[in-house]
């Protein structure tokens, strides 16, 4: 499975922004998807992940309520919606596929370049 993060950019605090992540092949719906984020100068952090049937969601306590993750199989596409945006969102934001749903970035087998969501104060 190969992963492309694409959707970032800049945005003022309070401002919208959303992520996607596309992937090829045919095995796609079969993977759960997690997105992480990596600030300067700190370790890269779970964001939120969907199941490969797209029921179950999971998320940071710091986005749960701003951040929405969903996915379309048809089109091997997740995405992140990102509202509500403070300057701390800001960091290089990752798309990986794992076989279960998880929370940690070593279950994860497969990673998309990043894609740099920069939120102004």
């Known amino acids: 499975v190969q992963l492309q993060a694409s959707g970032g950019g800049l945005v003022q605090a309070g401002g919208s922004l959303r992520l996607s992540c596309a992937a090829s092949?045919?095995?796609?719906?079969?993977?759960?998807v997690g997105w992480f984020r990596q600030a300067p100068g700190k370790e890269r952090e779970f964001v939120a992940s969907?199941?490969?049937?797209?029921?179950?969601?999971t998320y940071a306590d710091s986005v749960k309520g701003r951040f929405t993750i969903s996915r379309d199989n048809a089109k091997n596409t997740v995405y992140l919606q990102m509202n509500s945006l403070k300057p701390e969102d800001t960091a290089v934001y990752y798309c990986?596929?794992?076989?279960?749903?998880?929370?940690?970035?070593?279950?994860?087998?497969?990673w998309g370049q990043g894609t740099l969501v920069t939120v102004s104060s």
């Open positions: 990986a596929a794992a076989r279960a749903l998880a929370t940690m970035d070593r279950t994860y087998d497969y």
């Open positions: 092949g045919r095995t796609f719906r079969i993977y759960a």
């Open positions: 969907i199941s490969s049937s797209g029921v179950t969601t």
